[in-house]
């Protein structure tokens, strides 16, 4: 398994559960200190940085990029795939699209977290899904042309509620034949959602590719009540070989997390 670390350079998510809010330099030079493998860029455009930086970047500090984020087309601009409004979520599609261009250049996927949205009134539950999926299809396949997948991030009943456990949005995926769409279990929402983080993971297995690491706090592991240990011995029973991503509260600050989350991934 690989390490990441979230690289956050969108103002409106200061408070949100990103490690390093500090220039791009800066945030790869600690990344690379604290021994982390990949970082995990969270932008506010995909025009925000030129890919010749990020891979300038990448070359001096020996750091790949693990995925991109797209939750600042929430945060800032409002937007959302399953919006009411058609011209809204053309233009969630859009940015994201852009994101999934910006990540596929650099080999990395793109995540989709908070820019699902929600089901409502104004648009009814099996509707709102119709929307994710359409979406979903399209993006994924502009994702294949970079030969990376794209990521969908299941998030808990406070933040969402089209998906919150693994499994569904496992047979979500399965029922639209989405196969170059790969789940991200954050062990965080999971702990609010599944009976068993254990079974979960086991059960929904194949259609893991990523992995959010944090403690039932949003904490690093270590610092709230997860069984992290049996956790890690899970996946490598497993076979898993992709990223334990740090996307956690920069608490008690963004190196003492940093340094606790690299000693949580070992057994």
Do not use: W
Not at 58 to 74: E, F, I, N
Not at 111 to 137: E, F, N, T
Not at 189 to 208: D, K, R, V
């Amino acid at each position: 398994m690989k390490t990441a670390v979230t690289l956050c350079r969108v103002a409106e998510a200061a408070a949100g559960p990103f490690v390093f809010h500090d220039s791009l330099p800066e945030g790869f030079a600690k990344a690379a200190a604290h021994g982390f493998d990949a970082v995990e860029l969270f932008l506010p455009s995909a025009d925000a940085v030129s890919v010749a930086e990020i891979q300038q970047l990448q070359k001096h500090h020996g750091l790949a990029v693990a995925a991109v984020g797209t939750g600042a087309g929430m945060v800032k601009h409002g937007l959302s795939l399953t919006d009411a409004d058609p011209a809204t979520r053309q233009k969630a599609l859009e940015f994201i699209l852009a994101l999934v261009d910006f990540g596929g250049t650099l080999g990395a996927p793109a995540i989709l977290g908070s820019m699902q949205g929600r089901s409502s009134a104004a648009v009814p539950h099996d509707v709102a899904l119709g929307y994710l999926a359409d979406a979903l299809k399209v993006i994924s396949a502009r994702a294949a042309t970079h030969g990376v997948k794209f990521i969908y991030e299941p998030l808990n009943r406070y933040e969402t509620n089209l998906f919150n456990r693994i499994g569904d949005a496992a047979a979500f995926l399965d029922k639209h034949r989405l196969t170059n769409v790969t789940l991200l279990a954050d062990l965080f929402h999971m702990n609010i959602e599944e009976a068993s983080l254990e079974q979960a993971l086991a059960e929904n297995f194949s259609s893991i590719g990523h992995i959010h690491f944090a403690d039932s706090n949003r904490r690093a592991m270590g610092f709230g009540h997860t069984e992290s240990k049996a956790l890690l011995l899970l996946l490598h029973q497993l076979g898993y070989e992709g990223y334990l991503s740090a996307e956690i509260l920069p608490l008690p600050s963004a190196d003492e997390a940093a340094a606790q989350f690299i000693l949580s991934t070992h057994l």
